[in-house]
């Protein structure tokens, strides 16, 4: 939550934005654990803005989120860009539902039929230099970040490090798409007659199998869910070099998610309780590690 101080500059920031046709009412959005989303209406138009600048401990770049966001907008899936500038995205207000893991599970088709936008789709509508996600590079900068900041957790990333070399070497070969790279339920928003992808900070050219993962692990799949979702993605029966590649990759997004967090405790000023959610993290990664391993 924002302090009164903290709010009343947010507050001033957004008013100097220039688009602003009447008096504006400014009201804060829930769940932005990177930024802070604020929804403004002004008149009878309602748009959100996103605060954050690039977070480079975390491969965030602004500018990278923009190119995405308008491709996205391009292809169907993604609210329009209406302003930005640094530090500031004025995306299209959606009226919708954020969808929850039971909505995500409920609803695998439709995002299926998604993905498959955001994979195939969106590389024909980028304009500009276009980033890579590669989840193994991400880690290791993560855990020599977290040792040149004396983390809490330096003792246990060797052994990290070590897990994330076997999952590297199960998921390869590698097919390579566009991703969103970021799938949690709350970036899925249903507006009644479609399905809508917000937040692309995270994006840019990765395998397919890291979205996959990272939607099966963030919304609680079942062994069942995740065979169909792999069958009807893929459109063909699973096989055990898929199901390996899968599970690796999955396996690395948890473990991405869980360094993610543990970067946070240190660097963020949001209010979250990131230390809580990296032994949340931390244990799935493990569970699911464990059972990698002793295939």
């Not at 890291?210 to 609680?220: H, P």
């Amino acid at each position: 939550m924002n302090t009164t101080s903290n709010f009343k500059g947010i507050e001033k920031e957004i008013l100097s934005l220039p688009i602003w046709k009447n008096k504006i009412e400014i009201s804060n959005l829930d769940g932005g654990i990177t930024n802070q989303n604020f929804l403004v209406k002004d008149g009878g138009t309602k748009v959100v803005v996103r605060l954050g600048k690039d977070i480079l401990e975390h491969h965030v770049l602004r500018s990278n989120e923009l190119i995405s966001s308008k491709a996205a907008y391009d292809v169907g899936i993604s609210p329009k860009v209406i302003y930005h500038k640094e530090g500031v995205l004025v995306l299209e207000y959606i009226k919708s539902k954020t969808f929850s893991p039971v909505d995500v599970r409920n609803n695998i088709d439709k995002i299926i039929f998604l993905l498959k936008k955001v994979h195939y789709e969106i590389p024909k509508k980028i304009f500009g230099p276009a980033m890579i996600f590669w989840v193994f590079h991400v880690i290791k900068n993560y855990a020599q970040f977290l040792r040149n900041n004396d983390s809490r957790h330096s003792p246990i990333l060797d052994q990290l490090l070590g897990n994330c070399s076997k999952l590297e070497n199960n998921s390869s070969p590698y097919q390579i798409v566009f991703g969103h790279n970021d799938l949690l339920p709350a970036n899925i928003l249903d507006d009644g007659s479609k399905l809508w992808l917000i937040d692309w900070e995270y994006s840019g050219f990765n395998s397919p199998l890291f979205d996959l993962g990272g939607l099966a692990s963030n919304n609680d799949f079942s062994d069942k869910e995740e065979i169909y979702l792999l069958e009807n993605y893929f459109n063909k029966k699973t096989d055990d070099q898929l199901i390996l590649k899968y599970n690796a990759m999955k396996c690395a997004s948890l473990l991405r998610e869980t360094m993610w967090s543990m970067v946070s405790e240190i660097t963020s000023k949001i209010d979250f309780d990131y230390n809580k959610y990296t032994e949340e993290n931390l244990k799935k990664f493990n569970d699911s590690f464990k059972k990698i391993d002793k295939n």
